[in-house]
């Protein structure tokens, strides 16, 4: 029996938390087609016969514009001792960018203690089997990685052979978690996630980046029934009207979307109730931070 943890490194946007949700079979860590959509440790757990994984989604590494993004950064890089073996997502690209090199940099001393794998996500864009050999030869010399595996998050392509080698690296151990446990993310925290990630989806360019969502209340009324109550978080007064929406109808479809994924969550029903409120800057105000979850200490 073999076990351990296993972390999802790269820059935002590289299909991290689509990987992990198609590894383990499940959606747990929200996606979006927008840069830094993950933006805390996210665990999830894989367990079969060979053992159990507990994998590691970190927020994309990029270079922070304010002390959220700080806080992010950090989240990733602390994940790179607390794991057994690292895996790189990189994306079919000319080379290395600058981002990227200085991932290159900070999992250089952590290659020295814990295996690295340079896992080239998106495989399913490239035409010719080949080209994957030209795209790691970009990357060498970056990292001593132990092995090249090209996957596709969208197709679930040579997503077995990936375990497979996950599985070679890992240390013999006993099961962290019970075979039925998927996540160690509070089902609170869960429901927060899902109503961001529908703002992502449903909002303009500008004001997902400035938003986060703290649920208020998150009780059961009875069997089968749930209450919900969220505060939809933004920086500016107009980002509260476009939140809104026209006699409230963009919230109403946020509700109406976050809605059914929460409950296909929990697999019961729930009573969403939505609110928008204004904190100018908080991005940049530690206490508002710190109270929508984003704490240091904690991690």
Not at 40 to 56: A, K, M, S
Not at 109 to 119: E, F, I, Q, R, T
Not at 225 to 240: F, G, P, R
Request: hydrophobic content about 35%; some cysteine.
């Amino acid at each position: 029996m073999k076990s351990g943890y296993v972390a999802l490194i790269g820059v935002p946007n590289v299909g991290k938390s689509s990987l992990m949700n198609r590894l383990i079979g499940q959606k747990i860590a929200i996606t979006s087609d927008r840069p830094q959509t993950t933006r805390d440790r996210i665990e999830t757990v894989y367990t079969e016969d060979r053992g159990q994984i507990v994998f590691v989604d970190t927020p994309g590494i990029h270079r922070a514009k304010n002390k959220l993004g700080q806080y992010m950064d950090q989240v990733a890089e602390r994940a790179f001792s607390d794991v057994d073996v690292i895996l790189w997502l990189v994306e079919p690209k000319k080379g290395a960018d600058a981002e990227e090199e200085r991932i290159a940099l900070l999992l250089k001393s952590a290659a020295k203690k814990k295996p690295v794998l340079l896992v080239i996500n998106k495989c399913d864009q490239l035409a010719q089997k080949e080209a994957v050999r030209e795209i790691a030869a970009r990357y060498e010399g970056l990292v001593p990685f132990r092995e090249t595996v090209p996957v596709s998050a969208l197709t679930g392509s040579n997503t077995d052979t990936l375990l497979d080698s996950i599985f070679e690296l890992l240390p013999e151990g006993p099961l962290f978690y019970d075979e039925e446990t998927v996540t160690t993310i509070p089902l609170r925290e869960i429901a927060e996630e899902l109503i961001r990630e529908q703002a992502l989806r449903l909002l303009g360019d500008e004001i997902p980046h400035g938003i986060a969502v703290n649920v208020q209340k998150f009780s059961r009324r009875r069997p089968g029934l749930y209450d919900v109550e969220a505060d939809i978080v933004c920086e500016k007064e107009s980002h509260k009207g476009i939140i809104i929406g026209r006699g409230g109808s963009m919230i109403k479809e946020i509700g109406t979307h976050a809605r059914a994924e929460i409950e296909d969550q929990l697999g019961e029903q729930i009573n969403l109730k939505l609110f928008v409120k204004v904190r100018r800057n908080w991005r940049n105000n530690e206490g508002f931070i710190k109270s929508y979850g984003y704490d240091k200490k904690k991690r």
